[in-house]
């Protein structure tokens, strides 16, 4: 029955990949992740930061682990201009790896974006950016059998009679967005963004000597909203929704964090906590995938967040009830809000 349980989170597992992309539940803390046009979208001069996903420890030898760090830059153009333009740059890697078969994606990137300002306060910006990336894939076939290796006794030790195509490939990726910020006051920002992932439309097939139109990896329309609001002097709530439709699958990220401060007033360091709930929706139906809790510490200009997601679909029982963890941490440098720090757009 164990062997039959992870045959299944396998299969499910290896279908997801070609069906649409790996997720973080902290999106927020990945932004370039999502629209390339949060590149530089930040109150400083450069932004580090990573993101690592552990998913189904203790239901699998091997976990499945995705991990993604990234590093931005922003440069304002013509300080002493009337409308306060700025450029960024920076570059993003990300890698997925699901345990037991040896399945790996890797994608390094490089991000661009030009963020316009829309009137002379600079309260308004509007941004785009591009994405330009190499994808590589790799597949270890000695961590696969075939029902024509059994020996008819006790292994699978005979040779395969499958024609297997090659195990490692590259392939190029792009992505573009656009992105509004409104801050009508220092503690208070709204924001609204869609962008476009895999607008060349990539073969991510190990078979691609076939150059089936269906090997086609879907393209992907990412669309997200948030705000920033003060609750009193000592409190903040950050609500965020974001949609990502591919191919035939959809999937939802909603909830909030509260961040509270510690120390009195709009002080630089905080306690995060949060909730949200995932929905997906794929060819047959649509349910609730996940609710995820989040808590965070915030210290100067260093953010470091924890969330996990418990797993309600009709997996879970197979991956018995274990869900994923999530570690992010965001680094400011040379931060110039001196009330709110908000390194996550």
Known sequence: MKHFSLFIIFLFSITLSFAQDKHFSQFYASPMTVNPALSGAFDGKYRVGVVYRDQWRG????????????LDLRFDIGKRRVFRDAVSGGIVFFT????????????MALV???HKALDRRSTQY????LKLGLTQRNLNFEQLTFQDQFNGIDAFSNPTGEELSENNFSYSDMATGI???????????????????????????FFREDDDPKDALYMKTIVHLGARMPIGNEKQIFP????????????IDAG???????????????????AWLRPVKDDASFNLDAIIAMVGVEIQNVLFGLSYDSNINSLAKYSKMHGAFELSIMY??????????????
Request: net charge neutral; with cysteine; proline share 5%.
């Open 256 to 274: 909030m964090n509260l961040r509270m401060n510690i120390g009195g007033g709009y002080s630089s360091s905080a306690l995060h906590v949060g």
């Open 332 to 345: 400011l440098g040379e931060y110039e809000n001196e009330t709110i720090l908000c390194p996550t757009f």
């Open 126 to 129: 509007l941004s785009v950016g």
């Open 179 to 205: 992105y509004y910020t409104v801050t009508p006051s220092r503690q208070k920002s709204y924001y609204a963004g869609i962008a476009l992932h895999h607008f060349n439309v990539p073969n991510a097939s």
């Open 240 to 251: 965020r929704i974001m949609a990502s439709l591919q191919g035939p699958h959809l999937q």
């Open 59 to 70: 239901a699998l030898d091997n976990p499945y682990v995705t991990f993604a760090g990234s």
């Open 96 to 107: 997925d790896r699901v345990g037991g078969i040896d399945f790996n994606t890797n994608q």
């Open 112 to 114: 661009g974006a030009y």
